[in-house]
């Protein structure tokens, strides 16, 4: 049981820091990112930390 709530942990500071990041790169005005290739990456991983975090708070339901 603590070993889940590490890994909910780990992915939520996964989550926070690749939103943040996210953030940072997009350009609002042109509504592009500086780098596209490297924010696929980084949506791809936030995605899947914050799938995770959905469903270990599903399962403890």
């Known amino acids: 049981m603590g070993n889940k709530k590490g890994l909910t942990f780990v992915f939520a500071i996964v989550a926070i820091i690749l939103g943040w990041t996210i953030f940072k790169q997009f350009d609002?005005?042109?509504?592009?990112?500086?780098?596209?290739?490297?924010?696929?990456?980084?949506?791809?991983?936030?995605?899947?930390?914050?799938?995770?975090?959905?469903?270990?708070?599903?399962?403890?339901?």
């Open 28 to 61: 609002f005005e042109t509504l592009k990112f500086e780098k596209p290739a490297l924010a696929i990456v980084y949506v791809l991983t936030f995605i899947m930390s914050v799938y995770f975090l959905v469903r270990s708070f599903k399962e403890k339901e």
